[in-house]
């Protein structure tokens, strides 16, 4: 079975810092693999996404994600976080008959 | 772009009433989805279609019932609403490997 786990369930960050979001799967084959932002009342935006290839995968906003085989890791990271960077990010894991599996989420809280 | 779109951006409906939530994408995709998002629990999902007319159970389908009746639709129904269906709702449908797109969310109060 296919399942994501975000073991930060909430970052504060200072604007400017550098920022990483950790995710960590569970997947039978080589999986597909996303990172997504939702904004307050907002749906979900895609940021990146990982199927084959480089490892280092780049996305908008200035984000980018490293997949690690060896740990079924998918961590996602900025180097200078902005303040609209505050959101809720979901990895997600997949497919399994077209299906995805999301971690919980990770709230970015970004300080001034 | 893909865009998808639902009915509502809010609703408030009674304990008991039928409700209908709406999904329109306009990528002519095969699969479509419905998800509740609740805090700490992430996207959880309620059921997809792979197909007009052809749907399958998710996760928490009790309670729920959907319909396709063409590509580009998919309706969410409760059919006797409860308080503990209150939650923010997301349709997505999806494009090549895999990615899904999502619709801007329904936030559904029942009291």
């Known amino acids: 079975a296919q399942s994501v786990t975000q073991p930060d369930i909430h970052i504060t960050v200072s604007e400017g810092a550098s920022l990483e979001l950790r995710c960590n799967y569970s997947?039978?084959?080589?999986?597909?693999l996303f990172w997504y932002v939702q904004s307050p009342g907002q749906g979900l935006q895609l940021l990146l996404k990982?199927?084959?290839?480089?490892?280092l995968v780049q996305g908008i906003k200035g984000f980018e994600a490293e997949f690690k085989r060896s740990q079924s890791s998918f961590n996602l990271r900025k180097p200078s976080v902005h303040w609209s960077d505050a959101a809720e990010y979901f990895c997600?894991?997949?497919?399994?008959?077209?299906?995805?599996?999301f971690g919980a989420g990770t709230t970015v809280t970004v300080r001034a | 772009d893909v865009k998808v779109t639902q009915s509502s951006r809010y609703l408030v409906k009674r304990t008991g009433e039928k409700v209908f939530l709406e999904c329109v994408q306009d990528?002519?995709?095969?699969?479509m989805f419905w998800y509740r998002q609740d805090p700490g629990l992430g996207l959880r999902l309620i059921y997809f279609?792979?197909?007009?007319?052809?749907?399958e159970k998710g996760d928490i389908p009790e309670g729920y019932s959907v319909s396709r009746e063409k590509k580009e639709r998919f309706s969410l129904i409760l059919e006797s609403a409860s308080t503990n269906q209150t939650s923010m709702y997301l349709c997505?449908?999806?494009?090549?490997?895999?990615?899904?797109?999502f619709g801007p969310g329904t936030r559904l109060l029942v009291l």
């Open positions: 990528m002519d995709h095969e699969n």
């Open positions: 997947y039978g084959a080589t999986p597909y």
């Open positions: 997600a894991v997949g497919p399994n008959d077209y299906k995805l599996s």
């Open positions: 997505a449908s999806n494009g090549e490997q895999e990615t899904q797109y």
């Open positions: 279609s792979y197909d007009v007319k052809m749907k």
């Open positions: 990982y199927f084959s290839g480089d490892t």
